[in-house]
């Protein structure tokens, strides 16, 4: 690790001393991009992944996003996706992209973020396929991921993980807990395969 002395500008100091994203010779911060994925189930009120909102530590790992000034990619479903976005736009965010898979979006908290409309003519619209090509486009354009996965299920989640971590980029996983409500992180977790 390099040397690195306080100045009176101490806060400011130390993000350009130590953020991945600040380049030294232009003085200058470019931001990262950042995948949040998650289940639907968090707004069905009959599941009992049922969340009203975020919960604090998704919430904390937002925040250190919006801080960094980093670009965050979400998609437009029900569940993680929608609550994401509401709490993007009550911070009042501006750093946001929403990928919609088809050819009109499904949710759009703020309509002043660029909505990328992608579809498959390929495949049967909202089959797995279809839904697929948007997270594959999502996965290759973030740097790093968030992502809310249950303890069991939410395959398109777990194969968003296994996208990132294939390429080497880092993921934070949370894992929701329905018998305490709770979603805690999981450490080091590693998405081995691809679920169908």
């Known amino acids: 690790m390099t040397n690195y002395t306080p100045t009176p500008n101490y806060y400011e100091d130390y993000i350009r001393h130590f953020n991945p994203y600040h380049d030294p010779k232009s003085g200058q911060f470019t931001s990262g991009t950042t995948f949040v994925s998650g289940s639907s189930k968090t707004q069905d009120k009959s599941s009992p992944y049922y969340h009203r909102k975020l919960t604090r530590n998704i919430r904390k790992e937002l925040d250190s996003e919006m801080k960094r000034g980093n670009k965050i990619i979400v998609g437009d ?3 993680i996706d929608r609550q994401v976005q509401d709490y993007l736009k009550k911070k009042r965010y501006k ?7 088809g050819k009109e979006s499904r949710y759009l908290a703020d309509k002043k973020w660029k909505n990328h409309l992608i579809d498959d003519p390929k495949h049967e619209p909202m089959s ?36 990132l971590q294939d390429k080497g980029k880092p993921v934070s996983v949370y894992q929701i807990d329905p018998n305490r409500l709770t ?6 977790y ?3 395969k691809f679920v169908k």
């Open 77 to 79: 479903a029900p569940g």
């Open 95 to 101: 750093n946001v992209e929403v990928y919609s898979p």
């Open 128 to 163: 797995p396929q279809w839904l697929a090509k948007k997270d594959k486009i999502m996965a290759k354009a973030a740097d790093k991921g968030i992502a809310i996965i249950l303890d069991k299920g939410a395959g398109a989640t777990r194969n968003n993980i296994k996208r």
């Open 183 to 188: 979603i805690k992180k999981l450490e080091n």
């Open 190 to 192: 590693q998405q081995k």
